[in-house]
């Protein structure tokens, strides 16, 4: 069993940061790609970074130059730090990961569990 744990959420001022987490846990070999999305009531969820296992990056548009996504392979982990925080980016955030198990199989894990909840004020 692999599951995801996101943390780091709160509420925050327009124009403050924040640093979320995510951490894997289980029996896992390696993980490869790591992604972090966000969830906004009405609209599709969206994809805002991504990392693969040797650090390359892409971004959304709409976060381009203000989060960063970062990991530590050692900590099965995954960070987004967010900075110039703006009200769009409020929502539920979640992570994902692809995931090779010790039995060598690859899964992608992204069950919705509850996310971290980012809340953006003016």
């Known amino acids: 069993q692999v599951q995801l744990v996101e943390s780091g959420g709160g509420s925050v001022q327009s124009g403050g940061s924040l640093r979320l987490s995510c951490v894997a846990s289980?029996?896992?070999?390696?993980?490869?790609?790591m992604n972090w999305y966000r969830q906004v009531p009405g609209k599709q969820r969206e994809r805002v970074a991504y990392?693969?296992?040797?650090?390359?990056?892409t971004y959304a548009d709409s976060v381009k130059g203000r989060f960063t996504i970062s990991r530590d392979n050692a900590k099965n982990t995954v960070y987004l730090q967010m900075t110039s925080v703006q009200a769009d980016d409020t929502g539920v955030y979640y992570c994902?990961?692809?995931?090779?198990?010790?039995?060598?199989?690859?899964?992608?894990?992204?069950?919705w569990g509850p996310g971290t909840q980012v809340t953006v004020s003016s």
């Open positions: 990392i693969s296992r040797s650090g390359t990056t």
């Open positions: 994902g990961a692809r995931i090779q198990r010790a039995d060598g199989s690859t899964i992608y894990v992204d069950e």
């Open positions: 289980g029996n896992i070999r390696s993980i490869s790609d």
